[in-house]
């Protein structure tokens, strides 16, 4: 039963915490999205499993005419289309073919990076976690937090940031006017990746960022 004073871990760890093929797998994941530990790969791991645990509980089910497996579906649907990560029209077999990081990209630190925000997934963190992220009107500070279809568009820098001049040296390097800036908060750091080049390539990414109408499969 366990201590209730402490909370149950929300999410499973490897059944089998040495298999090379699953770590090269998410050492790669850990690095495409800028991730400070595994934690987070294995809670996007878990979240995923439980939607599709439901999904395919309602596949299964005999007959989803009947009023109330259907009324769970469409909850089921709303849901996840209301997190971004399906379609309004999806199906259930929609669900079933997400990958972990369809979950991944609907963070706030992915979707800032998407937006154009900043040049590298690295960034982004710095820039959420340093406070330079609102969402709407409310400064976010957590990388993980979820980004729902409707607070897409809320994402900007706060108007507290410095970065919301143009001619800040890191606006420059995201934009393209610069060869490259790194935020830090105690020291500035030169990001090799963060060139001219580059900040096309971001630009172009925030265009063709994964929004929710698009979301599907890692594979």
Not at 17 to 30: G, M, T, V, Y
Not at 44 to 58: E, G, P, T
Not at 65 to 79: A, P, T
Not at 182 to 194: K, N
Request: with cysteine; charged share 35%; glycine share 6%.
């Amino acid at each position: 039963m366990g201590e209730p004073k402490f909370a149950r871990p929300k999410f499973d760890t490897p059944s089998h915490p040495w298999k090379a093929e699953r770590i090269e797998e998410e050492h790669a994941i850990q690095k495409n999205h800028g991730l400070k530990n595994m934690r987070e790969i294995w809670k996007s791991k878990s979240q995923l499993r439980r939607h599709r645990r439901q999904a395919m509980r309602l596949i299964g089910m005999a007959d989803d005419s009947v009023s109330h497996s259907k009324r769970e579906k469409d909850d089921l649907i709303r849901s996840l289309h209301n997190k971004g990560l399906i379609a309004s029209d999806a199906s259930l077999d929609d669900i079933l073919s997400l990958g972990t990081e369809d979950i991944l990209n609907r963070r706030l630190q992915a979707q800032v990076y998407y937006k154009g925000l900043a040049a590298t997934m690295k960034q982004a963190r710095q820039l959420v976690t340093h406070g330079h992220i609102c969402v709407g009107d409310q400064k976010v500070t957590i990388p993980s937090y979820p980004v729902s279809r409707d607070e897409e568009e809320l994402i900007k820098y706060h108007i507290s940031s410095d970065l919301n001049n143009p001619e800040h040296e890191i606006r420059k390097a995201i934009d393209g006017r610069a060869s490259s800036a790194e935020y830090a908060v105690e020291e500035e750091e030169v990001d090799p990746e963060a060139t001219a080049e580059f900040a096309t390539e971001v630009k172009e990414a925030a265009e063709e960022a994964p929004s929710a109408d698009d979301a599907g499969g890692d594979e």
